[in-house]
């Protein structure tokens, strides 16, 4: 009687690294990207400063100014990373990858000028008292013009105390990346003020009513995920982040 054959042992298979055939096969697995990002800054800057006239209690000092600055930013990707509008969320690598191209550039001018007066010095109670004033106009092309001064007020009673008091306007414009940042997947993490929530946390703090409408506030709500995929880009219609102090 004849035997049935054997059945064949399965044979293992792994890379060999070094050999280069199989080196050059991973090779072309490969699949690389790369983005650029390429930020371009002229500017030119005029400025005279110095004594105007004597006053009683010192020197009536000044300065009187011109900045100019342009600023472009350039940002590509290679054409395997390019996503196409509007969600720019896939491409032909990993949707971690993907994004979209922008350029984009804007001016600034601006007009400044200062003065620093000392009023009073070397009197009973009064070391020294300095009033300084000045005020500053610019003018962006993405948005327009903006006015804003400041006023400080420095009062020595005594040589070793200084009090001081300021009233400044300032504004924050928009940078290159927030107006023209290329679009760009982003799987944000959050935590959710609304898990866990109980009648006493929604009665302590009004806005849990706000933003936990419908969740019951027996403390058993539960977030399935922490992490949302979202997409990052620049926006060129922001306006400048003000603030009087």
Known sequence: MRRPPSAAAPRSTSFAINDPSQAAALKALIAGYSTTNTYVTRSATLDFDGKIIDLPAGELQGALGFDYRWQEGLFTRTYDATALPPLYLSCQLAGETCGGGTNGHFSQKEVYGEALAPLLKDLPG???LNLS???RYSNYSDFG???RGQFKVEYRPVSDVLIRGTFAQVFRAP???????SPTQNAATFADPCVGLTAAQAGSNPNYAKV????AQNGTYASANSQVTGLTSGNPSLKPETETC
């Open 126 to 128: 009064v070391k020294a």
């Open 133 to 135: 004033a000045g005020i």
């Open 145 to 147: 013009g903006s006015t």
């Open 175 to 181: 940078a290159v990346n927030d107006l023209f940042n």
């Open 212 to 215: 936990c409408q419908y969740v």
